[in-house]
């Protein structure tokens, strides 16, 4: 339930205002017409306001998830090309939503619909859950009278997204799994088996080795001052997480993911798919090419793949080819997409060949997500080698030499 500021006005002219609280809008326009009044205006209260304002201040808990915008946009598809209309539509699915976030932009979405308003400018008051990406394809499809296709095109867009970070999740996983079982074991052993082996020691009056000591001391850290360790690293988060958010930090770890053995050449064949699937997708939507660069440079993650699509932009608008302007960046995108690119502006296929272009590295992100594991394997184990091998010498080693002394 929500407080409204309204403004009504009775069939004899008299006018109402207040404050109502209500479920939406409709459920107080059907209140004030009991009351013998037709709603004119109304509006969130300034306490509502500012309640949402905080909602929507913490996208973590609040975020729409992938899944759910692709299935809306899905559904959508099939309501519009069936007939359906749009606001009836956007009731149906509002009502089918299990985010009550979700629901209620729906319902005001569909309400300024009902009010004449263009669907893709109602877009735009939710960046946070439709991207650029997303708003500028309706309003092509409005625009050309064609929005189911354009939907139709979306929704294939987001299907293969959230493949391609299914599979770089799953490829991640297993690491994940192994490091943080390994960081577990770790921390019991040293809360559970190091202090009583360090009584032991300290009782027998054996003069320990430095890595026995470092060990010893920090299983005695880890019982009795536990509570830092969930301090330091909550601190460790919250700065890392404002690092990423500044220019200088993300272009730092942008650039050493760009540089790292196994996993730039994953980053680069994602990002070349992402590229070229969206570049693909806005074309045969019908948006201008220089438009759609932009747009492309806005949805991709990596600083400096976003800076080169920018430019290539700017490039393109002064008369340029794309594949002439990318060809200087050849240690980003590999030589097959600037020379399909450059095939399709010959022949003017350039959707379709950049839509296969897309499916070819889609298929290659699958392949090296599933190599990745048998990679990280062997180097997996023996990172827990080793720390096993040092915490087992630096406990065994105070005994051999206590044998050694008998």
């Keep these: 339930m929500a407080k409204y500021s309204y403004l009504a006005k009775s069939p004899t002219g008299k006018e109402k205002t207040g404050i109502i609280e209500a479920k939406d ?184 080795p430095i890595t026995t000591r470092i060990v010893i001391g920090l299983g005695n850290f880890l019982v009795e001052k536990w509570y830092l360790v ?38 680069k064949k994602t990002n070349s798919a992402y590229t070229v699937r969206t570049l693909s997708s806005l074309i045969a939507a019908g948006v201008p090419i220089v438009r759609s660069l932009e747009i492309v440079s806005g949805v991709l993650g990596n600083v400096y793949y976003k800076k080169i699509i920018a430019e290539a932009a700017n490039e393109v608008r002064k008369g340029k080819k794309l594949s002439e302007t990318l060809m200087s960046h050849q240690d980003l995108y590999p030589l097959v997409v600037l020379q399909m690119l450059k095939v399709g502006e010959e022949t003017g296929e350039t959707s379709n060949i950049l839509a296969k272009l897309a499916d070819f590295f889609e298929e290659e992100v699958g392949n090296a997500t599933k190599n990745l594991a048998s990679v990280v394997e062997p180097v997996l184990l023996l990172i827990v080698g080793a720390a096993i091998g040092f915490f087992a010498i630096s406990m065994i080693q105070p005994m051999y030499s206590m044998l050694g002394s008998l």
């Design 25 to 208: 809008i409709h459920q107080l326009a059907g209140t004030l017409k009991k009351q013998g009044f037709i709603l004119i205006k109304a509006e969130l209260a300034e306490k509502e306001v500012r309640k949402r304002k905080i909602e929507f201040s913490l996208p973590f808990f609040t975020s729409i998830s992938l899944t759910e915008k692709m299935m809306f946009t899905r559904n959508l598809q099939v309501m519009i090309s069936s007939g359906l209309s749009l606001p009836k539509a956007l009731e149906t699915l509002s009502l089918q939503t299990k985010s009550k976030k979700f629901r209620r932009v729906l319902e005001e979405i569909k309400v300024a619909v009902v009010k004449g308003k263009n669907f893709s400018d109602t877009l735009t008051n939710y960046p946070d859950i439709f991207s650029e990406l997303f708003q500028n394809m309706i309003k092509v499809g409005e625009e050309a009278g064609n929005l189911d296709e354009v939907l139709n095109v979306l929704a294939r867009q987001m299907e293969r997204e959230h493949e391609l970070k299914s599979k770089i999740k799953g490829a991640l996983m297993y690491p994940a799994v192994v490091v943080l079982a390994m960081m577990g074991i770790g921390v019991l052993m040293l809360i559970m088996v190091v202090p009583k082996l360090a009584s032991t020691f300290e009782e027998l009056k054996i003069e320990l």
């Design 230 to 267: 969930f301090f330091v690293l909550t601190i460790f988060i919250f700065f890392f997480s404002i690092l990423l958010k500044t220019k200088q930090g993300k272009q730092t770890v942008d650039y050493l993911f760009l540089r790292l053995p196994v996993i730039s050449s994953l980053i």
